[in-house]
Antibody, heavy 121, light 107 residues
């Protein structure tokens, strides 16, 4: 069974930094691309970032480009999101999501339970 | 970026009803479309990918159709556990984008 467990969320002041982690199990982590997707309170879903299985391809949403960095450690079955220069509008539940398969690399097929990031003074 | 527009934004229905939700892409995306279900406080769950392929474990009362710019999600014979918010998502090109969501409520 695919399991994704996020951690690292919390309260941070505007301009601050936070590092989210996601630990994967139940599948061969090194074989799959991964995503971060977020959801502001009461709002819809917003894709944040993508990293390929070997970290050679990375994409970011324009809203976080230059401030967020996605990375992974395949030896530790872990995905990360380093967030800096945080803004109020970054307040959201952040989900780690595995792509469905190699043929559907833009489909987040499996999701973690999410971790809440609150940016507030 | 490709914009995804869902309609309606909300719909009320009764158990046993048939409900259809539509999703329109701002440009053609072939069949690169997915549908998700989200219940309050829970993560989204993939229902359908490639416009009409049912994800493993998803009941057959869920079905999807369409290609190009216009897509539909149909739920035949609504069950109590189906009352949730549904999102479409284009999987044609980066950045992947979601519709604004359709809230399915009990009548």
């Amino acid at each position: 069974e695919v399991q994704l467990v996020e951690s690292g969320g919390g309260l941070v002041q505007p301009g601050g930094s936070l590092r989210l982690s996601c630990v994967a199990s139940g599948f061969t982590f090194s074989s799959y691309s991964m995503n971060w997707v977020r959801q502001a309170p009461g709002k819809g879903l917003e894709w944040v970032s993508y990293i390929s299985s070997g970290s050679s391809t990375i994409y970011y949403a324009d809203s976080v480009k230059g401030r967020f960095t996605i990375s992974r450690d395949n030896a530790k079955n872990s995905l990360y999101l380093q967030m800096s220069s945080l803004r109020d509008e970054d307040t959201a539940v952040y989900y780690c999501a595995r792509v469905l398969s190699g043929s559907y690399s833009l489909v987040p097929g499996y999701w973690g339970q999410g971790t809440l990031v609150t940016v507030s003074s | 970026d490709i914009q995804m527009t869902q309609s309606p934004s909300s719909v009320s229905a009764s158990v046993g009803d048939r409900v259809t939700i539509t999703c329109r892409a701002s440009q053609g995306i072939s069949s690169w479309l997915a549908w998700y279900q989200q219940k309050p406080g829970k993560a989204p769950k993939l229902l359908i990918y490639a416009a009409s392929s049912l994800q493993s474990g998803v009941p057959s009362r869920f079905s999807g159709s369409g290609s190009g710019t216009d897509f539909t999600l149909t739920i035949s014979g609504l069950q109590p556990e189906d009352f949730a918010t549904y999102y479409c998502q284009q999987a044609n090109s980066f950045p992947p984008t979601f519709g604004q969501g359709t809230r399915l409520e009990i009548k």
